[in-house]
């Protein structure tokens, strides 16, 4: 049985450069969401797919951010033009309709 | 809009002591509750959860909590406490309007001394 999967688990970039993460969700559950921590704060809701469609994003979200899902299955989080400021562990997880959330180990970004 | 509040960013307890994790909630129509852990460098792993039928919901690792409306309260309980629950623990609630979002408290950090 195998979790909900990031990768890469840690990324280092340079201000300015363009950085994407992957998630591949537990393999039956068909939504699938993108969560951003920072240092002493709880998760916070970035956007989430059901099957392919996005159906939510949040304003956290700037338009430097993009998420797709094109298969339904695993799912990129595209950061271009990294600022200082999104720094931060980026979560996945994934659920079945209304079933419980998993999440996976987290994507940890520091822009320098 | 519902919301949690997470009373005590840090507790600091005795192995072998009782943990009492506070949460508290805010919600205009019956909440659904979760507890979730997060060791360092870790995602969060679910403890337990609340989805309106027993109050008293018992996790894993001996953690249970009680949901009681009067209080809008959440807390988190174990009778005695073990090195390995140092942790971050983290209370949430599922927002309404669809999608099965959840929103977060800003977390306790859960020290167990020797």
């Known amino acids: 049985d195998t979790g909900v999967s990031q990768d890469p688990r840690h990324k280092i970039t340079k201000r300015g450069q363009n950085v994407t993460f992957r998630c591949d969700p537990i393999?039956?559950?068909?939504?699938l969401y993108w969560y951003r921590q920072t240092l002493g704060q709880g998760p916070e809701f970035l956007t989430y797919?059901?099957?392919?469609?996005?159906?939510?994003k949040s304003r956290l979200l700037s338009d430097r951010f993009s998420a797709e899902r094109p298969k339904g299955s695993f799912s990129t989080l595209e950061i271009q033009r990294t600022e200082q400021g999104d720094s931060a562990m980026y979560l996945c997880?994934?659920?079945?309709?209304?079933?419980?959330?998993?999440f996976g180990e987290g994507s940890w970004l520091t822009v320098v | 809009a519902q919301s949690v509040t997470q009373l005590g960013s840090h507790v600091s307890v005795s192995e072998g002591a009782l943990v009492l994790l506070r949460c508290n909630y805010s919600?205009?129509?019956?909440?659904?509750l979760f507890w979730y852990v997060q060791y360092p460098n870790q995602g969060l792993q679910l403890l337990l959860k609340?989805?309106?039928?027993?109050?008293l919901v018992k996790g894993i690792n001996g953690f249970e909590a009680e949901f009681k409306k009067s209080e809008t309260s959440f807390h988190l309980t174990k009778p005695s406490a073990h090195m390995s629950d140092a942790a971050e623990y983290f209370c949430?609630?599922?927002?309404?309007?669809?999608?099965?979002?959840?929103?977060f408290g800003t977390g306790t950090q859960l020290k167990v001394e020797l």
């Open positions: 997880a994934s659920s079945l309709e209304d079933g419980t959330i998993y």
């Open positions: 393999s039956e559950h068909n939504r």
């Open positions: 797919f059901q099957n392919e469609a996005q159906l939510e």
């Open positions: 919600s205009s129509v019956p909440p659904y």
């Open positions: 609340y989805t309106s039928a027993a109050t």
């Open positions: 949430a609630v599922r927002l309404t309007g669809g999608g099965n979002k959840l929103t």
